[in-house]
């Protein structure tokens, strides 16, 4: 499963972005999706993540509820994660994932808060 994110960029405090994985060589409905942060100098931690196989059963961290939204479009082998009222602690490499018998990993998508 090859992961491709996109979306990232420079974006006021309070501003929204969304950004876009989309997967090729796998049979994405079977795949539960997910999104990574990794801020400078700290550990790459979990954002959300959405089931598949047609649960679509969604968990997001503390730090995104009220505030992101995770979701799938499986006719396009896609995940979003649309970021409302962004914060400067948002800032960080957005990493897109795909899991099933294996975990897949996009190549990150950098968003930078701006105050």
């Known amino acids: 499963v090859q992961l491709q994110a996109s979306g990232g960029g420079l974006v006021q405090a309070g501003g929204s972005l969304r950004l876009s994985c989309a997967a090729s060589g796998g049979t994405f409905s079977r795949y539960t999706m997910g999104w990574f942060r990794q801020a400078p100098g700290k550990e790459r931690e979990f954002v959300a993540v959405i089931s598949g196989l047609g649960r679509s059963t969604i968990k997001y961290a503390d730090s995104a509820k009220g505030r992101f939204t995770i979701s799938r479009d499986n006719a396009k082998n896609t995940v979003y994660l649309q970021m409302n009222n962004l914060k400067r602690g948002d800032t960080a490499v957005y990493y897109c994932?795909?899991?099933?018998?294996?975990?897949?990993w996009g190549q990150g998508t950098l968003v930078t808060v701006s105050s």
């Open positions: 994932y795909a899991s099933g018998w294996n975990y897949y």
